[in-house]
């Protein structure tokens, strides 16, 4: 039988959302258009693809062998398109990657350099996205790359490590009475003021959702937009502070301050590269990803 692109793409939003109503917006089409679309592809393939309840809709059997297919059938026609367009002008490819804003901050400038220096005729286009929407890309085949925090819910997609990156606490020297480098619990400073990092920062929101967790909410003294700005302020005594531990490489040089790592699980954040298909990738994208996770191999 013949297949509609448009339906095709319809199928895949409306899996990626759980929801025809999603789908439909996300595909610009009304919602009674969507609904009939779906069904005319489930009468001419003689089987159910989704099933309905009242929450939204999942995919049958059928329905997740039609979104496998379906993916790499329009993954392979845009790459097909960037290849094209890429042999017009010189041959040069792009690769699409994402990444959350530790990556971005603190772990990307080397080996993108590298590989850039070492493929002159692939572009690399990165976006700054939080992890939970990275992995929504991906599965939504929006990017071809992501690099994000490892978290339960990434069914769908395949990793390599990238990069640990814990979290860990910043004071001015002496204020916890503790030695520097000396481990604390998260729960011991539920009553100390914060400095915090802006609203809405995927970090922040990670740090706040665990005071949460015990019934409280941080005392944040004042909210900035960088690692480097709450450092200062921490060195100055305002607060202390929950930050990459790798961005106080760039961040704490010349400041007085004090390093804990904390006890606690959630503080451990492993940085993972992903995508829906290692073996599905363009070449110039798998280079990527050789060069990304090649890093991690040299730095062990």
């Given at each position: 039988m013949r297949y509609d692109l448009l339906d095709l793409r319809l199928f895949l939003h409306v899996?990626?959302?759980?929801?025809?109503?999603?789908?439909?917006?996300?595909s610009h089409l009304a919602l009674p258009s969507a609904s009939a679309r779906i069904k005319a592809l489930e009468d001419s393939l003689g089987t159910p693809l989704l099933i309905r309840?009242?929450?939204?809709?999942?995919?049958?059997p059928a329905g997740l062998t039609l979104e496998r297919h379906a993916r790499a059938i329009l993954q392979r026609l845009e790459d097909m398109d960037q290849d094209l367009a890429g042999a017009e002008a010189d041959s040069r490819t792009r690769v699409r990657l994402l990444a959350n804003g530790a990556a971005v901050m603190e772990h990307l400038d080397a080996p993108l350099a590298d590989f850039l220096q070492a493929q002159p005729r692939v572009d690399v286009d990165v976006?700054?996205?939080?992890?939970?929407?990275?992995v929504l890309a991906l599965r939504e085949g929006r990017a071809d790359l992501g690099i994000f925090v490892?978290?339960?819910?990434l069914e769908g997609l395949q990793v390599r490590p990238f990069r640990t990156d814990p979290l860990v606490l910043v004071t001015a020297p002496g204020r916890l009475r503790l030695e520097d480098g000396e481990a604390v619990d998260f729960a011991h400073l539920l009553e100390?003021?914060?400095?915090?990092l802006s609203?809405?920062?995927a970090l922040q929101l990670h740090v706040e959702a665990q005071a949460a967790q015990w019934g409280r909410e941080l005392a944040i003294r004042i909210r900035v937009p960088s690692a480097i700005q709450a450092c200062a302020l921490v060195a100055r005594g305002l607060g202390v502070a929950i930050l990459p531990a790798a961005s106080l490489l760039r961040a704490g040089p010349g400041l007085a301050l004090a390093r804990h790592p904390l006890k606690d699980a959630w503080a451990r954040r492993d940085l993972v590269v992903g995508c829906r298909d290692f073996a599905e990738l363009a070449p110039?994208?798998?280079a990527l990803l050789e060069a990304l996770v090649g890093e991690v191999a040299r730095q062990g």
């Open positions: 899996v990626a959302a759980r929801s025809i109503t999603l789908g439909a917006e996300r309840h009242a929450r939204g809709v999942r995919p049958t976006e700054e996205l939080p992890s939970p929407r990275i490892a978290a339960p819910g100390q003021p914060f400095v915090g609203r809405g920062n110039a994208a798998t």
